[in-house]
T-cell receptor, first 112, second 112 residues
Framework: EAQVTQNPRYLITVTGKKLTVTCSQN?????MSWYRQDPGLGLRQIYY???????DKGDVPEGYKVSRKEKRNFPLILESPSPNQTSLYFC???????????FGNGTRLTVT | QKEVEQNSGPLSVPEGAIASLNCTYS??????FFWYRQYSGKSPELIMS????GDKEDGRFTAQLNKASQYVSLLIRDSQPSDSATYLC????????????FGTGTRLTIIP
């Protein structure tokens, strides 16, 4: 089944404790992206990747890191999480460019 | 001015009627336009994509694009209770800009 898989689905952590949210797609998509969704603010792009080893900042990249060492994987790293990073995170992919996106099931992160 | 604007709603429509959702965007260079549906607690899923002026129909859904007026709309005919969701408009500029910008969404409720 074609899908984007994010893990974990729920994560509660404390301020400053490094964490990684994994994202993997099995559709051989070139484009992958991370979004955060907050009430009243909608979906905001954090980082995106056009292909392996090619990443770029979205609209809200501060406090986040990404890597794209393999085509299928695009992990999101929070080196020192803060409470303002409490949010619902989505990974998404598309065949080429930010075209029709396939979304993962989301990761609800709480930073206390 | 926001890059992509939608009326947050809620928009209430009787079952069987036509629901009309609107989206305006600020960048005249925008080339690709998408409508996503998001049920509460779920990830967004693509409904329609449109790239040229005019109407595009897919089942009960019609997307309308007017680049001169910088708006894109989604019509849902014969609205069903299962159409109750938040509808997200997304816009991409193409030509080297690989960011996809979302509106904050319109919450639609279909009244039985």
């Amino acid at each position: 089944e074609a899908q984007v898989t994010q893990n974990p689905r729920y994560l509660i952590t404390v301020t400053g404790k490094k964490l990684t949210v994994t994202c993997s797609q099995n559709m051989n998509h070139e484009y992958m992206s991370w979004y955060r969704q907050d009430p009243g603010l909608g979906l905001r792009q954090i980082y995106y990747s056009m292909n392996v080893e090619v990443t770029d900042k979205g609209d809200v990249p501060e406090g986040y890191k990404v890597s794209r060492k393999e085509k299928r994987n695009f992990p999101l790293i929070l080196e020192s999480p803060s409470p303002n990073q409490t949010s619902l995170y989505f990974c998404a992919s598309s065949l080429q460019g930010p075209g029709p996106l396939h979304f993962g099931n989301g990761t609800r992160l709480t930073v206390t | 001015q926001k890059e992509v604007e939608q009326n947050s709603g809620p928009l209430s429509v009787p079952e069987g009627a036509i629901a009309s959702l609107n989206c305006t965007y600020s960048d005249r260079g925008s080339q690709s336009f998408f409508w996503y549906r998001q049920y509460s607690g779920k990830s967004p899923e693509l409904i329609m994509s449109i790239y040229s002026n005019g109407d595009k129909e897919d089942g009960r859904f019609t997307a309308q694009l007017n680049k001169a007026s910088q708006y894109v709309s989604l019509l849902i005919r014969d609205s069903q209770p299962s159409d109750s969701a938040t509808y997200l408009c997304a816009v991409n500029r193409d030509f080297g800009n690989e960011k996809l910008t979302f509106g904050t969404g319109t919450r639609l409720t279909i009244i039985p």
